[in-house]
RNA sequence: GCCCUUGUAGCUCAGUCGGCAGAGCACCACCAUGGUAAGGUGGGGGUCACCGGUUCAAAUCCGGUCGAGGGCUCCA
C-alpha cells in the first residue's frame, strides 16, 4: 500500500517535469491536468501547434534535464486569489481553482521553473526521480474535463517506474500484449474476420474460429442442459410494439440499429432477448409449481455502436450473448441466486479462469421498484457473493435503473481484468409486460426475473481466450487437437490409418500428406499452436505406436496408439492447460 | 462523433532528391525429400485506399474523401 503511494507520487511527479519540459518548449501553452495512472502518467495541454512523434524525444531529453538538476517539490498554501493572480493567463487552471470546494485549502507546488495547482502529494525533489525509468508512450486526443462538447487537449501519455529494470519489465508486457492481441493472433491464425465494406463490427467466421467457437457453445449448451436449464430460440427482429413495451424505444434508442418497415409496421433488430423470452413466458398460465423457469439462449443481438468506439471482438455491432432469463416466485430468489452464482464460477474456471473478483452495484437514484424490493435482492446478492467465497467490492447507486446487479471480472494471463459475467436483478420489465403466476393462493402475483450472462458475448470472450492463451488453446477448444505428420512418403498409408481411427474416436485431426520435408511440416504445426504431432515413421508403423511431440517440446516416442488415445482423452475431458 | 497517427501484393514491410513497382512469407508448377521448427529452381500476383490539384513526369508534393490503429466519450 504504502508503495503503491510511492509509486503515485513518483508518477504524478513525472507529469509535472513533463509539464514543465512542454512549457520551456511552448511557452504560451495551456496546462490542463496531469494525474497519475495505472503504470504512469499524463498531462493535458492546448498547444499552438500539432505534436510529431519526435517531439517526445526532444520533451524526453529536456525531462531528463530537470530531472538531472534535482531541484525539491515545494508545497505552499495560498488565498484563491493570489492563485488566481498566478494563473491569470492559464484558462484551465482557473476553471480548476473555481471547483475547489470554499472550504478545501489551496495549494501549489513548485519545483525549478514551473508551478502547478495540484494537491499533491509528491517526491521530494526530481533527485527521486530516475531519467532511466520513464518513457513517453504516446499522443491522443482528449476532451476537457472528458465532455465531448468541450475543446479538444493534446494528451501525452507516459509510463514511470522506480528504476529502469521496472521499466523494462513494463515495457516487455506491453510487446507481449501487442504480441497476444486477438486481431493479430486471428489473423495469423485465420480465426475470423471483419469487413468494414460488408458492414462494421460485424463478425465472420473463419472454419477453425468456428470449430473453436462450437466447442464453446456446445460445452456451454450441456452444462446448460445439466445444470437445470432449458433451451429457447428466439426472432431477430421485432416490431415496434414489443420494444415500445419494453421500454426500449423510449430509454435506449440511440443504441439500436435504424427500424425497418414492412406491412406499414416497423421491426427493429434485437439489442437485447429479454422480450422474446418474456413472450414466450406470456404465452400461457404459469403456476407457482412450475417455476423456476430458467431460459437460456445464444441470442445474437445487434447494437449501435459509435464507429470510434469498434474494436476487433472486443467491441462489436453484432454479437451473440451467452443470455438466460430465470424467471421465479419471491421465494425462491435466494436460492436461484446462489445456483446461478455457483453456476457462473464453474463455468469461468471450465476455461481456465483461476482469479475471479466479484462487484455489486446496488440502487442508483433514479429507479424503479419497491425499495423492499430493492433491499431483498441486494442482500440475496450480498449473501451469494458471502457464501462462494469471492472478494466483492460494492458499487453504491451503481445499479441499472430496474434492479440491482453482481458483476465477475476475471484476470488473463497477464493479469488483465475482464468484465464476463452479470446477473441482473429485473423489477421493470416484468411490470411493463404484466407477467404474472398464480400462486398457491389461487390468486395471480408478479414474479422475480434475473438477466444473467455468464461469458458475455461469445464474441468478446472468444477475443479474451484468445488473449489469454496467446492463440495456444487448451487441447478441449483447439480447433485441430492432432497433426499426423509421416516421415516419407512410405508411410502416407499409415499416416491415413491413423487419422481415420482418431477421426472416429472422435478426435479433430489431420494428416499433412503435403510434399514438405518432414521438418517443414513440423514447424508449420507448431506455428499453428496445435497441441499434439504425431511423428509416423517405420518404428511407429511397426509396433501399432505414435511418436507424440506436443506443441509444449515435450517428446514420447513409440506411444502404443491405444495408449495415446486415452491418455489425450483424459487431457481433453479433464479440459487440461498445456503448461 | 471528435483529436492524433496511419494506408504500397493475401500477410509483414522496403521504396533515397518527384524519373520503368520491390523483398520475404503465402500461392502455383517442376525437381528433390526416411526421423523432430523453413530443401531447391521457376512462375503468377499491384488502379501504390479513393477523388482532385501542382508538374514534362506523382507511390512520393498539395487539398479533400474513405478506412484502419491509438485515445476521448458513451455503454439498457
Not at 438 to 453: F, L
Request: with cysteine; glycine share 6%.
Amino acid at each position: 500500500m504504502e508503495q503503491d503511494d510511492k509509486l503515485h507520487a513518483l508518477r504524478h511527479s513525472m507529469s509535472h517535469v513533463m509539464a514543465e519540459a512542454v512549457l520551456e518548449m511552448f511557452p504560451t501553452a495551456q496546462i490542463a491536468v496531469g494525474p497519475s495512472i495505472d503504470n504512469g502518467f499524463y498531462y493535458d495541454f492546448d498547444l499552438p501547434r500539432q505534436l510529431k512523434p519526435e517531439d517526445l524525444d526532444e520533451i524526453s531529453a529536456r525531462m531528463k534535464e530537470i530531472i538531472s538538476f534535482g531541484k525539491p517539490f515545494v508545497k505552499r498554501a495560498v488565498s484563491r486569489r493570489e492563485a488566481e493572480e498566478l494563473f491569470a493567463d492559464q484558462k484551465y487552471k482557473l476553471e480548476l481553482l473555481q471547483a475547489i470546494p470554499e472550504d478545501e485549502e489551496v495549494s501549489l507546488y513548485t519545483q525549478g521553473g514551473f508551478t502547478d495547482l495540484c494537491r499533491g502529494p509528491h517526491v521530494e525533489s526530481t533527485k527521486d526521480l530516475n531519467p532511466q525509468a520513464f518513457k513517453l508512450l504516446s499522443i491522443a486526443g482528449a476532451y476537457w474535463r472528458g465532455k465531448e462538447t468541450n475543446p479538444m487537449l493534446t494528451r501525452i501519455y507516459g509510463t514511470a517506474w522506480k528504476n529502469p529494470k521496472e521499466l523494462r519489465l513494463y515495457l516487455k508486457k506491453l510487446e507481449d500484449i501487442e504480441k497476444r492481441d486477438h486481431r493479430r493472433l486471428g489473423k495469423d491464425l485465420d480465426l475470423f474476420s471483419l469487413h468494414e465494406e460488408a458492414g462494421a463490427g460485424l463478425v465472420y467466421w473463419h472454419p477453425k474460429g468456428a470449430r473453436i467457437r462450437l466447442a464453446i457453445e456446445d460445452f456451454w449448451r450441456n452444462e446448460h442442459y445439466a445444470n437445470g436449464y432449458e433451451m429457447v430460440c428466439s426472432p431477430h427482429v421485432g416490431k415496434s410494439w414489443l420494444w415500445e413495451t419494453s421500454g426500449h424505444l423510449d430509454f435506449y434508442k440511440e443504441g439500436m440499429y435504424p427500424s425497418m418497415e414492412m406491412d406499414k409496421a416497423h421491426y427493429y433488430a434485437k439489442p437485447m432477448n429479454c422480450p422474446f423470452h418474456i413472450m414466450i413466458y406470456n404465452n400461457s398460465k404459469h403456476s407457482y409449481r412450475d417455476l423456476p423457469c430458467r431460459w437460456a439462449e445464444l441470442g445474437t443481438v445487434y447494437r449501435y455502436e459509435k464507429a470510434g468506439a469498434l474494436h476487433g471482438l472486443m467491441r462489436v455491432r453484432g454479437f451473440t450473448q451467452d443470455d438466460a432469463h430465470i424467471i421465479c416466485t419471491p421465494d425462491q430468489m435466494e436460492d436461484e441466486i446462489l445456483e446461478v452464482l455457483r453456476f457462473s464460477l464453474h463455468m469461468l474456471r471450465s476455461f481456465g479462469f483461476q482469479e475471479i473478483q466479484a462487484y455489486l452495484s446496488t440502487r442508483p437514484v433514479d429507479s424503479v421498484g419497491a425499495q423492499l424490493q430493492w433491499d431483498a435482492a441486494v442482500e440475496s446478492l450480498r449473501r451469494a457473493v458471502e457464501h462462494e467465497g469471492l472478494d466483492y467490492e460494492v458499487d453504491d447507486g451503481g445499479g441499472a435503473f430496474y434492479g440491482p446487479k453482481i458483476d465477475l471480472k476475471i484476470k488473463d494471463a497477464l493479469g488483465r481484468e475482464w468484465q464476463l459475467t452479470t446477473i441482473q436483478f429485473d423489477f421493470n420489465l416484468p411490470q411493463r409486460f404484466k407477467m404474472v403466476f398464480v400462486d398457491r393462493d389461487g390468486k395471480e402475483k408478479q414474479p422475480y426475473m434475473i438477466h444473467r450472462a455468464l461469458l458475455g458475448s461469445i464474441e468478446r470472450f472468444f477475443g479474451v481466450l484468445v488473449e489469454h492463451y496467446a492463440g495456444a488453446f487448451p487441447p478441449w477448444l483447439a480447433y485441430e487437437q492432432v497433426r499426423i505428420i509421416p516421415v516419407a512418403e512410405p508411410f502416407i498409408e499409415y499416416a491415413c490409418k491413423v487419422e481415420q481411427l482418431l477421426k472416429q474416436e472422435g478426435f479433430r485431426v489431420s494428416a499433412d500428406l503435403s510434399d514438405d520435408r518432414m521438418n517443414a511440416k513440423i514447424r508449420n504445426a507448431q506455428q499453428e499452436k496445435i497441441p499434439f504431432m504425431l511423428i509416423l515413421g517405420e518404428k511407429e508403423e511397426q509396433q501399432k505406436a505414435v511418436s507424440v511431440r506436443w506443441r509444449t517440446g515435450k517428446q514420447e516416442n513409440g506411444v502404443p496408439l491405444e495408449t495415446f488415445i486415452e491418455n489425450t482423452r483424459e487431457i481433453i475431458e479433464n479440459k487440461a492447460v498445456l503448461s
